[in-house]
């Protein structure tokens, strides 16, 4: 896989449910980050997890990092008809200026 | 919040045309970026830019793309001669010194050359 896919691509669940997206990479991080996409619209930078930490959390949001395996999970709790966008992770490998490298992301319904 | 602003949301224009794409990334940062996502496929970086100067660009960034910041507020991105492949939704981005926060992008341009 390339770095940073995403899968499932697409994950369609009720609302209230969790959902839970993984994302894997191949080279080494400084960083990996998560954005929401709704359809046709910007990136929404969601949360950034360091190579040092393993988990973080902002609101209804979950992030873990397992740098021995190359990868992420973004989970969200409680799931909203809101929440339906396509959900993308991102690696930065240095510190500042930096590339970002995206993956192909998952596409998340949520139904009412 | 702050928001990085982009001109225009949706441009159209004839192969082989020159087209500016205009941004106004947030006014504390120092890092200026531009990504692109052909419909239905990743985005996928261009170029970076910090004190004045290209930092980084990829393989897509050829000599038909260029960028400026002609004054302390605007960023652009010219295409000088518009294939049809350039066709996509342009995303202006920056952060500040750390980047500990992520990027910031704007709501995009969506390029069609027909």
């Known amino acids: 896989s390339q770095q940073g896919e995403e899968d499932p691509q697409a994950l369609s669940i009720q609302e209230g449910e969790n959902a839970t997206m993984n994302c894997s990479y191949k080279?080494?991080?400084?960083?990996l980050q998560w954005y929401r996409q709704n359809s046709g619209r910007g990136l929404v930078h969601l949360i950034l997890i360091r190579s040092n930490e393993r988990e973080k959390h902002s609101g209804r949001l979950r992030v873990t990092l397992d740098t021995s395996k190359k990868s992420s999970s973004l989970l969200i709790t409680a799931s909203r008809a809101a929440d339906t966008a396509s959900y993308f992770c991102a690696t930065g490998s240095i510190q500042g200026a930096q590339k970002l490298v995206f993956g192909q992301g998952t596409r998340l319904t949520i139904n009412p | 919040e702050p928001e990085v602003t982009q001109t225009p949301s949706h441009q159209v224009t004839q192969m082989g045309q020159e087209v500016i794409l205009r941004c106004v990334p947030i006014s504390n940062h120092l890092y200026f970026y531009w990504y692109r996502q052909i419909l239905g496929q990743k985005v996928e970086f261009l170029v970076s830019f910090y004190n004045n100067e290209i930092s980084e660009k990829s393989e897509i960034f050829d000599d038909q793309f260029s960028v400026e910041r002609p004054d302390g507020s605007n960023f652009t991105l010219k295409i000088r001669s518009t294939k049809l492949e350039d066709s996509a939704m342009y995303f202006c981005a920056s952060s500040d010194r750390t980047g500990r926060y992520g990027y910031t992008f704007g709501s995009g341009t969506r390029l069609t050359v027909v």
């Open positions: 080279t080494s991080i400084n960083n």
